[in-house]
T-cell receptor
Framework: GENVEQHPSTLSVQEGDSAVIKCTYS??????FPWYKQELGKRPQLIID?????GEKKDQRIAVTLNKTAKHFSLHITETQPEDSAVYFC????????????FGQGTTLQVKP | DVKVTQSSRYLVKRTGEKVFLECVQD?????MFWYRQDPGLGLRLIYF???????EKGDIPEGYSVSREKKERFSLILESASTNQTSMYLC???????????FGPGTRLTVL
């Protein structure tokens, strides 16, 4: 079946450094790739997304890149701050196009001050 | 602003009890979802509904059922709770046009 693999499971960086989280997906028909941030005790919230007709998207300190040929996409956070500490989930739509998402396993990012 | 609410933040139940978790959204979204969140396993889809009275099994439907009698409300039912159903349950909704899912605050269920 369809799946999304996410790496690493944990990531620790110093404040000001960059962080990169990578995901691979199996369904070549996937066309929407969101990233969610979940702070401790809170609900997941969308931070950035990308559609399959775009290779890169930026929003201030965060960016997402998509390589459709290799079926992988990545989240890049620059100049990390302690408030970036959270669990990050990637996801991809599945080919049935019902609005369902397949989520990665999550990455716990710790930014040390 | 999209609002998705869940009936309880914390719930403690006994093995064998029937458990109802309720989710309400106020954005007239067609799609509603129930997920289970466990450490290291991400968000796993239990059930999905794309319209009133319509439902579809997700990846882990065993031991669960759902009900969607009104567009804004989607209920998850544990017919006979078991200890392995202790988990965080998240509800979400979306419009089929945009795919972005909006999540509720979650219900942490403990089955003793």
């Amino acid at each position: 079946g369809e799946n999304v693999e996410q790496h690493p499971s944990t990531l620790s960086v110093q404040e000001g450094d960059s962080a990169v989280i990578k995901c691979t997906y199996s369904d070549s028909a996937s066309n929407y790739f969101p990233w969610y941030k979940q702070e401790l005790g809170k609900r997941p919230q969308l931070i950035i997304d990308i559609r399959s007709n775009v290779g890169e998207k930026k929003d201030q300190r965060i960016a997402v890149t998509l390589n459709k040929t290799a079926k992988h996409f990545s989240l890049h956070i620059t100049e990390t701050q302690p408030e970036d500490s959270a669990v990050y989930f990637c996801a991809a739509t599945i080919s049935s196009n019902t609005g369902k998402l397949i989520f990665g396993q999550g990455t716990t990012l710790q930014v040390k001050p | 602003d999209v609002k998705v609410t869940q009936s309880s933040r914390y719930l403690v139940k006994r093995t064998g009890e029937k458990v109802f978790l309720e989710c309400v959204q106020d954005m007239d979204h067609e799609n509603m979802f129930w997920y289970r969140q466990d450490p290291g396993l991400g968000l796993r889809l239990i059930y999905f509904s794309y319209d009133v009275k319509m439902k579809e099994k997700g990846d882990i439907p065993e031991g669960y059922s759902v009900s969607r009698e009104k567009k804004e409300r989607f209920s998850l039912i544990l017919e006979s709770a078991s200890t392995n159903q202790t988990s965080m349950y998240l509800c979400a909704s979306s419009s089929p046009r945009y795919n972005e899912q909006f999540f509720g605050p979650g219900t942490r269920l403990t089955v003793l």
